[in-house]
């Protein structure tokens, strides 16, 4: 007999919590959706995190989104 606690289905999609530049608060579902350049070489630029809602007020599209 199966256990109903448990549902069958895809992976669970990660959620991640951080800081959301658009609206300035602590929220979860945050998306990189720039990387402001400050210097020369890798991991030098500074990170925008939005939210869900952020990203469809503003029309923002997350980097791992785009073509």
Same mark, same amino acid.
Not at 21 to 28: E, I, L, N, V
Not at 29 to 35: A, T, Y
Not at 43 to 64: K, Y
């Given at each position: 007999?199966? &256990?109903? *606690?448990? /549902? $069958?289905? +895809?992976?669970? %999609?990660? /959620?991640?919590?951080? @800081?959301?530049?658009? @609206? +300035?608060?602590?929220?979860? &579902?945050? $998306? %990189?959706?720039?990387?402001?350049?400050? +210097? *020369?070489?890798?991991?030098?630029? $500074?990170?925008?995190?939005?939210? @869900?809602?952020?990203?469809?007020?503003? +029309? %923002?599209?997350? %980097?791992? &989104? $785009?073509?």
């Amino acid at each position: 007999m199966a &256990d109903a *606690s448990q /549902t $069958r289905g +895809g992976p669970a %999609l990660p /959620t991640a919590y951080g @800081h959301c530049a658009w @609206h +300035g608060g602590t929220t979860r &579902d945050i $998306r %990189l959706i720039h990387i402001e350049q400050t +210097g *020369s070489g890798p991991g030098t630029g $500074r990170r925008r995190f939005a939210c @869900h809602p952020c990203q469809i007020e503003h +029309g %923002l599209v997350p %980097l791992a &989104d $785009r073509p």
